[in-house]
Structure formats: C-alpha cells, structure tokens
C-alpha cells in the first residue's frame, strides 16, 4: 500500500534500495536520462579512452553516480557528459570586470562552446585567478605562479579530456601554458586580442609606449599632470590588451609562433568581427586534438622554442619573453636558457614596424599578415630555424605560412629591408651578475651616439652609478641628486621575485627633468623587469638578484662599471677584495616584509628571473595526465 498522501506509487515499505535502483525512470519521464539514453558510444572513436568517462561512466566504480549526478542539475544530459565518445572540454576563463585587457572573453566564450559543441564535444567553462598587469600590486607576475599552480589542480583533479587557454594581458598566457605543459592533456590557446589604434588627432598613440613617453614630458616640464592622464587615456579606445609589441601581444605572438594557437590568430584585433569567428574554429579544432590525442608535449618541443626565439626577434618582441618561455620549456621539459636567446635570436632583422621598435600599431600589423607574414619571410630566407614543427592545426608552421607574404611592407618588412638587422637580445655576464639581457632593437640613434660610438672601444661604455633601492627610492631621489650627469648609469635593485616581491617593472627608469630637456639619455639596469611597452634599452633580468646575494646589492653610488656589448660582459670595476669587505660589513641586503600568505610562499620557493621564476618544487611534476594518472577517488 502506498503511504497515506503520497503519490510516488511506492509501497509504505518500500521495499530494498534494489527495487527501487532497477526501476528504470521511477515512474517519471525524464528528459536528463532517458531510458533509452544511457551514454552508450556514438561519433567519432578517440585515439585513446577519454579521462573524463573515468568519472563519468566507468562501471567499475560504484561511486559514478555521485559523479554525475550534480552535473545533471543545470540541464545537462547523460548524454552529454557520460557518453565515451564526446570529450569534455575545459575553458579556462580569464576575462572578468576585474581584468578588463581580458574581458571580451566573457562573450567570445560562446563562441568556443558553439565551436565545442558542434564538433561533438562538450563545454565547461570556469574562472581563472584574474592577472591584470595595470592594476595588480605589488606586480602582477606575483600572480603567474599562482595562475599556475590553480589551473594545474582544475586541469589534473576535475573530469577533463581537452582545454581552450583564453589568453590576453601578460602573464594570463604563459600561466595557462604552463599549467597546460605540466598537466599534459590536450590544449589550445586563443587570444582576447589587441585593443584598436589609439589616437592624438591624427597622431597614432600605443598603449603603455605612450605612457613612457608622457612620462619623460612631465618630468621636462612640457605637460602637467591633467595633460599626462588625457594623452594616455587616448591609447585605450576598445577592448583588448596593449596595441603595442608589448608583452601582451609578444606573448601571444609567441603562443602561436610555438604551435599553440590557431594560425593567424594571436594579432586579430579585440572587436573585430573575425575574432568570434576563430573563437569558433578554436573550440571546434580542440575536439579535434582530443580525438587525435595531440598533446602540449607533441607541440612544445625543442624546436618550436627555437621558432619562437627567432620570430620573437622578427616581432620586436618584449623582454618578458625569455622569462616565461624559459617557465613554459622547463615545465615540459626542455632545456632553454638565455644564451640560447642569443644564440638563436640575436643575428635576426626586425621585421615588423610596431611600437615600441617601429612606428605602427597591432590594427596594421594585423591587416599586414600577422605572425603567418613574419613567418613566410623568415622561411623563404631559410631564417626559421624549423619550418617542419608541428602545430595545432595539424600541420607543420611551414605549411601555415609558406608563401603568405605582407600585404603592407611598410608595417612587416622584407628581409632585404629591415627596420634592424641583427635586432635580437644580447646575453650579458660578467663580475655585475650571471645573467641578464638586453633588447637592441629598441636602441636609439642617440643612445648609440651617446655610449656606443667610441671609435677607439666600440659598443661599449663605462661609468659612474647612482644606486636606488626600489622606485620609491628613485622617485624621492632622482631629482635631488646633482651627481647624476651625462653618463650615469642607474641601478635599480631589490626589484626582482624575492626582493620586491615577484619582479616588478620598474627599471625602466627616466633620467632627472634637467637631462631630458637636454636630450640626454640614461643607460638602466636591474634585477627587475621593464613593461614590454618601453622603448628604453635597458639591460634586464639580472640574476643573482640582490635579495639573493646578487653583487648589484653591494654596488655604492659612483662605482664605475663597464658594460662591453661586443664581448657580452658586465663588469663592476671595483677592487674584489673591497666588494667582499662590503659584502661581509652590509650583510644579507634587506626587503620589505611580506604582506599576504603568498607573498612570503612565493619568496621561499621560487628561482631566479634566469631560470623564469619557476617554482623548482613545481617543475618536477611534468605530464601529469601521462604519469600520475587519475586522482585517487574523493569518496
């Protein structure tokens, strides 16, 4: 008999769970799991079993439908999640209100579902840890590692055969390849792409370029504050990332130059039209690489860090470059380190005419070709190092850009008209540090008068230091301090990943107001990072850092030190046996506390700007979805 008011049709007893479990729909229709829908195979057979059915549909495992069934309460059917032939793809979402660069990845990402979806996939979408480089203090590459590490634990820990990376401002790409690299399940990156042209009347006006530029203004007294924020306002007109080769656009150039993102698509501007479309063909391709079980490990190989080392050059790209791409190669595994940026890169033209290097912003770049343009002239010049590397297209980068020329040879040049030839970054060493790097293509005529024209010891000067410890140092002091002259040298220290901490971009530093209206520039160097908006040629990187032991922490103002281009050297001209007396009476060199948890995680467990500011604990645990399997059962 049925329990009194009840219309489940039920007995009072209700018999064991058994009865109730072969019941098949309790005697209700159900459209989530209907009877005859039961996640049976249908489509496309992967190359290998889908991870995700290990959840989902795996008889064995008597706790499946406590898997399932939570993911049911949205609408989804069993068809969609527990048939072993439609792969789950993962979008990992970068954009928020708080990361605005990034922002049109809140629409776009309905473009990569219906891209999923119509492959036979099925999409889930989830929240990245917001990485905006304008905003975050103390830096936002503080943010990377913890990027990282969070995407690393969605990729490996939840049911997912395939990821799209929405990528954009800075370190959102590198974050989200490496954490691709570590977890080694199959992956896609897909830009938010730049912001319009930005312009001053008819003048063109570069995010981030424009900033340095107004910047130096100020200080030369030739606008006021109210001026300085108008002028850089002006850069901003659209959605997107910086319309510069600034990090943004160097680092996704890059994403596609080591044959993780579609051809062509890393330079399409935020609001084109053209965008939704490869957002499309992006979700519509990762079904595709889960199918065919192509992985990060089948992409990122030696050889494609080389392609993107050369085309880096081609680009102008940004300084940041080698950090990250060193982060991304040892998190899957291969060798990379700066000298190879030199090696590889050095020798090679500037090609593209873009700010901060040339004169042009990302909307002609773009309409000139793109990466694929770049690419066709380095390899009808035999100038790519390897044509013959796989991409996620399934074919070679050689086969994608073969033959695609520039439309506009003022904005990407060919070879026998470059904007600079041997334009790649130099590897420096020495008794000043072991590692650091400088980009030449943005010297400038009067930078190479002032310090690299000495007929009697070419590319290279020496001469006094001014020392600052942090910016705050440099700004409370630089304009006070009537020893700084014409062939100074400033030095900013205690900027790296444990000092400041995380390395944040504050080297790139302008000479007093005095000097700039005289038309005099200052060489920089230190053991942060500049934005890859600056035009300065500073040098970079410098790794041991201060706060590590680094001898830029034992440096006094008015050492003489010598910087020789040609031999690759940096050298403190100060008697050893005085810097290690100082070393001994100056003791570790101070950072300011820690303000959050992971401020001071970070500092315990991270490398030098050299070695991409891993963390070497992290760098251990490599194809994960190869080596360690599927987590063990949570209940």
Same mark, same amino acid.
């Given at each position: ?24 729909? @309790? ?5 989530? *799991? ?53 792969? !789950? ?13 990034? =922002? ?50 969605? #990729? ?132 595709? #690489? ?121 904005? !990407? ?39 690299? =024209? ?60 005095? @000097? ?29 850092? *201060? ?89």
């Amino acid at each position: 008999m049925p329990c009194e008011g009840c219309t489940c049709g039920l007995r009072e007893d209700g018999g064991d769970e058994g009865d109730i479990l072969e019941q098949t729909n @309790l005697g209700v229709r159900s459209f989530t *799991a209907p009877a005859e829908d039961r996640g049976e195979p249908e489509g496309v057979e992967p190359a290998v079993p889908l991870r995700s059915k290990q959840w989902w549909n795996n008889p064995s495992d008597d706790m499946c439908g406590a898997y399932v069934e939570r993911y049911l309460n949205g609408g989804l059917t069993m068809n969609e999640i527990a048939n072993k032939h439609k792969p !789950i793809i993962g979008i990992a979402q970068t954009g928020s209100d708080l990361a605005p660069c990034n =922002s049109g990845h809140v629409q776009l990402a309905k473009r990569v579902r219906d891209g999923i979806i119509a492959a036979g996939g099925t999409p889930f979408e989830f929240p990245c840890h917001p990485i905006q480089e304008t905003t975050k203090r103390p830096t936002a590459s503080l943010d990377r590692n913890f990027a990282y590490l969070s995407l690393v634990e969605v #990729l490996f820990g939840y049911p997912m055969d395939g990821v799209v990376l929405l990528t954009g401002c800075d370190k959102t790409t590198p974050a989200l390849l490496m954490a691709a690299a570590t977890v080694n399940i199959p992956a896609i990156c897909m830009n938010v792409g730049p912001m319009l042209n930005g312009y001053a009347g008819r003048r063109l006006v570069g995010s981030g370029t424009v900033l340095w530029d107004a910047r130096a203004a100020l200080a030369a007294g030739k606008i006021d504050q109210l001026q300085l924020m108008q002028t850089v306002a002006t850069s901003a007109p659209s959605l997107g990332h910086c319309n510069t080769m600034g990090t943004a656009s160097t680092m996704n150039a890059l994403a596609e130059a080591l044959g993780m993102a579609l051809p062509g698509s890393a330079s399409i501007p935020a609001p084109y039209r053209e965008r939704g479309a490869c957002a499309y063909q992006t979700g519509h391709r990762i079904v595709d #690489l889960v199918r065919q079980d192509v992985k990060p490990s089948d992409i990122l190989t030696r050889e494609a860090f080389e392609n993107a080392i050369a085309l880096n050059t081609a680009i102008g790209g940004s300084t940041n470059a080698p950090i990250h791409l060193n982060a991304i190669a040892k998190h899957i595994g291969v060798p990379l380190n700066n000298e190879d940026w030199q090696k590889v890169g050095y020798e090679l033209p500037l090609l593209v005419n873009i700010q901060p290097a040339g004169e042009y912003l990302c909307e002609e770049y773009h309409r000139a070709g793109g990466l694929p343009a770049v690419a066709a002239e380095l390899i009808k010049h035999n100038l790519l190092p390897h044509p013959d590397a796989l991409t996620v297209s399934g074919r070679s980068i050689g086969d994608n850009c073969r033959g695609d020329f520039s439309t506009d040879k003022r904005v !990407i040049r060919p070879i026998e008209k470059p904007v600079k030839t041997s334009a790649g970054f130099l590897h420096l060493s020495g008794s000043l540090f072991d590692s650091a790097i400088m980009k030449t293509s943005v010297i400038s005529q009067a930078f190479r008068e002032q310090y690299l =024209s000495n007929p009697d010891d070419p590319m290279a000067f020496e001469g006094p230091v001014a020392v600052f410890d942090g910016p705050e140092d440099y700004h409370h002091r630089i304009e006070s301090e009537a020893d700084i002259q014409a062939g100074t040298i400033l030095i900013m220290r205690g900027a790296g990943p444990q000092g400041y901490p995380g390395a944040a971009e504050v080297v790139n530093m302008i000479p007093p107001g005095r @000097l700039i209206r005289q038309g005099i520039e200052l060489p920089c160097i230190g053991d942060g990072r500049q934005s890859g908006t600056s035009g300065s040629p500073s040098i970079l990187n410098a790794s041991p850092e *201060a706060a590590t032991g680094g001898n830029l922490g034992i440096l006094k103002d008015g050492d003489i030190i010598r910087i020789d281009l040609a031999r690759g050297r940096a050298d403190i001209k100060v008697d050893p046996k005085e810097l290690e007396a100082r070393r001994k009476e100056k003791g570790p060199f101070k950072v300011p506390k820690s303000q959050t948890p992971w401020q001071e995680l970070f500092r315990e467990n991270v490398s030098e700007l050299s070695e991409g500011m891993v963390i070497p604990k992290a760098v251990k645990y490599q194809r994960l979805a190869q080596t360690a399997g599927i987590p063990r059962r949570n209940h």
